[in-house]
C-alpha cells in the first residue's frame, strides 16, 4: 500500500518527501509538531482521527510562538490530515504526525524572522505505544522537566524533545517502562510522553497547568470523563514526589499510550500494583470514545473512509 504524504503543497509518496541537511529545523529543533491518534474501527470499517481539530489548534499555537505563518487554516490542516488519511487507505490504528518547520536552508542564522517555514504531515501504522495490558513501572528521572522560562512546555516544540528523550532512554535503559518528570520546584510534572492523574480516597488530582506541564488533548478527555461519567472531584494542584508512592491509583494519559496504568513507581508498588477499580473504568470509557463506539462523544472522531471507500 503506498503511503502518502502531503509536503511541500502537494500530495506526494511518502518516500519522495524529502529535506535538505542545510534545513534549519534540523540543525536547532525549529518544528512545531503533533501526535494524533488515527483508531481503526473494523465493525464501522472506518479510521476514527481522535479530536484532530484541538490537535490542529495546538499545532498553530506553537506555530505563533516559533512565529511562523503557515498559509493554511485549522479547517485546512484538518482538511489536508482526512485527505491524506484517506489516500494512505490504511485499515489499522494510525499515527499521524503534522509537523510545522523551519524549511529555511540557512545556516548559523538564529533569527525566526529570517527563516521560512514549511508544513508537512504524514501516517504511519501504530499499534500499542506502551505495554498496558498490565500495569507499568515508572522511575522518577534525575531529568527535570524544561521550565516556562526556558522553552515553553505548552506546546510541541521539536527541540524541547530531548528533554524527555533524555529521561524516556534513561529509564528505558534502567528497565523501567517510562519516566516521570519533577519541574524545576521538585514537583510532580508529567511523564516524558503523557500527562500523570493520581487517585486517593477517590479524589484525583493532576498536575495544574503551571506546573509546566503540556496541557494534553487526552488530559482533557479524561478530565470530562472523571467529571461527567464518574462524578468524582478532580483537583488541579501542585503535587509531591510521595504523594505518587502513597496513591491507590496513578495512571498516565496521552495521545500515544492512550490510558496507561501505573502499578509501580521506584521500586514502590501503587497499592497492590494491578490497575485499580476508577482506572478500570475510566479506560473502559475512555478505549469506547476513541474507537468511534460511544455516540455521546462521537463529535471528538473525526471518520475517515480508507480510499474514499
Ligand atoms: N506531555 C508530553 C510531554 C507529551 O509529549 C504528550 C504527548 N503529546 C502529552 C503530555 C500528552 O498530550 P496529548 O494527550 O495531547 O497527546
Known sequence: MPAIAYHKGSFMPLEEAKVGIMTHALHYGTAVFEGIRGNWNSDHEKVYIFRLREHMERLLQGCSI??????????????LT????????????????????????????????ELEDDFFVL???FGKYLDSDGAIKCCTSSWRRTDDTMI???????????????AKSDAVLSGFDEAILLNQDGHVCEGSGENIFIIKDGTISTPSLD????????????????????????VERSIDRSELYLADEVF???TAAHLTPVGQI??????????GPITKELSRLYFQIV???????????????PNGK
Not at 66 to 79: A, F, Q
Not at 82 to 111: F, H, W
Not at 215 to 220: A, F, L, N
Request: proline share 7%; with cysteine.
Open 152 to 166: 515553553p512546555p505548552r506546546v510541541k516544540l521539536a527541540g524541547i524533545y530531548i528533554n524527555s528523550i533524555l
Open 66 to 79: 516559533l512565529r511562523m505563518t503557515l498559509p493554511l487554516s485549522v479547517d485546512d490542516l484538518c482538511n
Open 291 to 305: 474507537r468511534g463506539d460511544n455516540s455521546k462523544y462521537i463529535d471528538f472522531c473525526t471518520p475517515v473512509s
Open 252 to 254: 498516565l494519559t496521552g
Open 82 to 113: 482526512i485527505q491524506m488519511v484517506e489516500k494512505c487507505g490504511y485499515t489499522e490504528d494510525l499515527y499521524i504526525r503534522p509537523v510545522a518547520y523551519k524549511s529555511a536552508e540557512k545556516v548559523a542564522n538564529l533569527k525566526l524572522p
Open 266 to 275: 521506584d521500586h514502590r508498588n501503587i497499592r497492590d500494583g494491578e490497575v
Open 123 to 125: 501516517a504511519i501504522p
Open 211 to 234: 506546573s509546566n506541564v503540556l496541557p494534553g488533548i487526552t488530559r482533557d478527555t479524561v478530565k470530562t470523563l472523571i467529571q461527567k461519567e464518574l462524578g468524582l472531584n478532580l
